[in-house]
């Protein structure tokens, strides 16, 4: 076999192969064997049909053609480690055409885009303030003084918050839904925990009231069941007053202000978890915006690939098909493609940007991270020894390229509308912290 690389793009590189027939000879039999196991000949079980015959079924040709799939691997293997070559996707052989002697066969290589220089890491993102607003603070507060509320019985109608005392029985087909039936049940209205619609049908509705509709039952994963609620009696909530001897009578906390103190930084840190990642996205649109990369067709299509598979397999862990998917959704197949495009492009892109953070801190791995890899590795009993390589060098790939994220997120600032700088090193801290406890 002859082969000349030759560029194709500025990461890919084409290989043109001449692969002599008697190159494949010692492939035959094995392509023979493969394509005799799908053929459907009378007389003959599959696998077992005479090379004479399969040959005279398929022709020569497509008996080259398969046992050309089964010589390249392993040659395209030898090539690229001679060349340096580290492909970013599977080789894809562009053509094949048969000429006296041999075959000249294109493969094209699709290389990792690098960068020649990073783009600014010191950017400054505008974010969401992480401080608590006057409502925040009071529906955490009305949190704590409901967990000690008391309950009274009124003559009224019911309102959003009350207590329900309340039978409830449902049918489907004139079946009862032995699953789907309280009685004396004391429910919240406003918490929607029974049905979609109900709680909207009992508020105003007094004591002594039935009421019916048809409606789903989630947890019963049942539809348009036939369900009727007899209202008993209507409890209304009563708060505790909220004073000092209250908080230090019925909390861990002496004060007012010593709970306030700790609801503001319970608030605070719920808030800095969302606004860390919106400082997060917001600084990777940044910097994609100025890397500016142009990244290999097939790297892309690669890459689309492993997100829709990944997305296919969750729908069908929910019993989602995707012609479902698609009717409930209202999205088109067509926007389904740009929609993977973009993402693969910003994961892509991304990707390198890390890599050359890498480069150019020399990122290195650490013993814990290392020991966990090893740790993890330990698992894979069922893989043979070339999965459990490719598997190391992907997890070593990620935790480098996360250690690189962490740096990035460092060398930003994340300030609010007011201007005011937003602290959110604590949030990645912990989040590294939770990494090397797992």
């Known amino acids: 076999m002859k082969y000349k690389v030759k560029n194709a793009g500025d990461f890919e590189k084409q290989l043109d192969l001449k692969v002599d027939f008697q190159d494949l000879d010692q492939y035959k039999n094995e392509a023979i064997n493969k394509i005799s196991k799908n053929l459907n000949i009378k ?135 032995k699953d789907f039936a309280y009685s004396d049940y004391l429910y919240e209205v406003g918490t929607n925990m029974l049905t979609p619609q109900l709680d909207s049908k009992l508020i105003g509705v007094s004591p002594g009231a039935i009421v019916k509709l048809n409606d789903t039952i989630p947890q019963l994963q049942i539809e348009d069941a036939e369900i009727t609620v007899l209202v008993k009696e209507v409890r209304e909530k009563i708060l505790p007053d909220f004073t000092d001897e209250w908080v230090s009578d019925t909390t861990e906390f002496d004060d007012i202000k010593n709970l306030r103190e700790e609801l503001e930084k319970n608030i605070e840190m719920v808030k800095k978890r969302q606004v860390a990642s919106q400082y997060q996205g917001e600084l990777t649109n940044k910097l994609i915006e100025e890397a500016k990369i142009e990244l290999p067709e097939q790297l892309v299509i690669a890459e689309m690939d492993s997100i829709l598979q990944n997305f296919i397999n969750e729908l069908a862990q929910n019993n989602i098909k995707m012609e479902d998917y698609f009717q409930v959704t209202g999205l088109t197949e067509e926007a389904l493609r740009d929609d993977l495009n973009k993402q693969a492009t910003r994961n892509l892109t991304m990707v390198v940007i890390l890599d050359k953070v890498i480069e150019e801190l020399d990122i290195k791995l650490e013993e814990e991270d290392t020991a966990l890899i090893d740790e993890h590795i330990k698992t894979l009993d069922s893989l043979d020894e070339v999965e459990i390589t490719t598997r190391r060098l992907n997890l070593e790939a990620e935790s480098l390229r996360n250690k690189a994220m962490l740096h990035v997120l460092k060398s930003g600032s994340s300030v609010d509308k007011n201007g005011e700088k937003v602290y959110l090193q604590d949030v990645y801290n912990q989040d590294t912290d939770t990494r090397e406890e797992e």
């Open 43 to 177: 007389g003959f079980r599959p696998g077992k049909i005479p090379a004479n015959i399969v040959t005279r079924e398929v022709g020569e040709d497509a008996i080259n053609e398969e046992a050309i799939e089964m010589y390249l691997p392993e040659n395209l293997f030898t090539i690229l480690k001679d060349e340096e070559l580290n492909p970013a996707t599977r080789p894809v052989i562009k053509k094949i055409e048969k000429k006296d002697k041999n075959y000249d066969i294109e493969v094209l290589i699709t290389l990792w885009p690098t960068l020649s220089k990073l783009p600014k890491l010191e950017q400054e993102v505008e974010v969401e303030s992480i401080k608590p607003t006057d409502e925040e603070m009071d529906d955490q507060i009305d949190r704590v003084r409901t967990q000690f509320a008391e309950v009274s019985k009124v003559e009224r109608s019911l309102d959003s918050g009350d207590y329900a005392l309340i039978n409830v029985s449902a049918k489907k087909n004139n079946e009862e839904l």
